[in-house]
């Protein structure tokens, strides 16, 4: 039955709830309506377990982006994994991972997050690892490690919440605050939980497509933009965010400036764009986080279908210095892939422009250390660095393999990315004029712009000088936090053991505990008695002196 039906209904319904979440997100901006859902699931004596939707115009539009994105991955999806046995397979969990997606976004209550929250974790494992072999299941494990830990983080939140008598964030204390901020950081791969996001590549391209933009990256930063929108956090959280966000954005810059596999490249641009919206939450700047957010998931969307074009052009091909001229003959996807590059970078009036640069700018407006503005500083010069040095080796460079021309004669091999187009061009001018709130940010006086430019211009003049980037172990394996990750088993079975050994007591396993141990082995083996004079003798004379010490004293 599911050979019969139509390989696009997917897209079809994902298009439609777009459209009417869209609609339904204008009809709200003007009138301020916000709705609260309570499902009640079951009823424990005088507690009352409630499912609770939460409908405003943050979880309208975000959702109406995913579905967007959504429906331009499966499309694309259609012509890429056409030829896959299991292809049905692979979309009924690609659309699992969206619906537990939207059950997160418009989750009202920690128990209906935590739907959503072990809905995605599930599905990326299921998604990362669809390829099963050893990279796949290696990053697999190590993606459902680090997001297990989040889960017990949001887990233990609950718990503390219901140990203080309380349902809501608002008014809580610092270490509860403190947890659900570091189930956040967990899920967006902030630094030191970073280790999951490159080595979740190894899943099909059009999973990368969304992982990396709207949807399970994306996650954590949407729950803290819920959370800490409407609270007072203290300063020791403040210096969390601010310090997990510009490291974050300052490691992916520098391990993409030395990487040289394609997918992998694209990764650390996330990973250092995820670093900017949570060091704008560190700053209080939520909706601008928000609108980062936003403008992000169209441009990596439409790198990433890019990409996938380019590998299917190349046999498999990842690596930059052997894809030289891979476009060249296609220049619509050169537009696109020039284009998506150019946004990240942060051009003028490109949609990343619009929320990147008012972060930087609140940045150098606030009461912030000098150190966390010189590492974001730095970080901004690198994304265009990397993005240069990209260009460089896919458009300038010779040619060195052998390519393949795929069949371009069909529109929806193109309709993807055209929407996308549209969307990483103009959707962050497009929401500045629709939503007010956006609005303050976006006014810039003539000298910041003019610093943030020639910014963008440093970075510029150091992509296209950097000839050659010799590799570091260390950034190679982003400061040793993939081998610390990977070996967290072995690292864990050992510091069991040694607890073991010190909650028994330091000498009581050596020495008391060993020797009786033996003595009960040894005596128990009675058919050994007459032959083990050794033993017996020594228990004997132990007897002996035993017997003389109780009848001397």
Known sequence: MLERINKQRFTVLLFLSSVFGGLSYIWSLPNFLNFLFNFDVMMISTTTLSLSLLVDKISLSFSSLICFISGCVFMFSRWYMKDDVFFWRFTWILLLFVMSMNILVFSGSLMMLLVGWDGLGVTSFALIIYYESKASLRAGFMTLLINRIGDVIIMSTMVFLTLQGMTLLVGGNMYMLLLFCLGGLTKSAQYPFSAWLPAAMAAPTPVSALVHSSTLVTAGVYILIRGLNTINISTEIVSILLFCGAMTSLLGGLCAVYENDLKKIIAYSTLSQLGVMMFSLGLGLPFLALLHLYTHAMFKAMLFLVAGFMLMMSYGVQDI????????????????????????MGVPYLSAYFSKHAILVNMMAGAINILSMIVMVVATILSSVYMIRMLKNLNWSTRVITLTTPPYNRLYMYSPLMLLYMGAVYFGSMMNMMDPVYTTYSILPLYVNLIM????????????????????HGLATMFYLVPLWQNSTQIGNFLVHKSKSV????????????????FLTNLNKKSLWPNSSFSFTVYSIGFMFMMLYYVTY
């Open 453 to 472: 430019n020639s910014l963008l211009f440093v970075g510029v003049l150091m992509g296209v000088f950097i000839y050659k980037s010799k590799g570091v």
């Open 321 to 344: 210095r052997l894809l030289g001229s891979v476009l060249k003959n296609s220049p619509f996807l050169l537009v696109f892939l020039n284009t998506s590059s150019l946004c990240l």
């Open 503 to 518: 909650e028994v007591g330091w000498i009581e396993p050596f020495i008391y505990m060993k020797s009786f141990s033996m």
